[in-house]
């Protein structure tokens, strides 16, 4: 999956990222989703190589 969002930095820089979370809306609504690959910022561009994982609602209930 490739997507590309606006942002407001100019600097460059490459990550790898398995924790990031987004609140992620779709026809059947809003759920957070984890995102787990390869982000790439560029000015002005964030660019996301990889795949979103919808998180399990009991995952989000559960207490430590």
């Not at 460059?12 to 809003?30: F, K, S």
Request: hydrophobic share 50%; proline share 3%; with cysteine.
């Amino acid at each position: 999956m490739l997507i590309i969002h606006p942002r407001l930095g100019i600097g460059l820089d490459i990550e790898h990222n398995e924790t990031i979370c987004h609140v992620v809306g779709d026809d059947d609504g809003r759920f957070i989703a984890a995102f787990n690959g390869l982000i790439v910022k560029i000015p002005f561009f964030s660019i996301y190589f990889g795949e979103f994982d919808e998180l399990d609602k009991a995952v989000l209930a559960a207490k430590d």
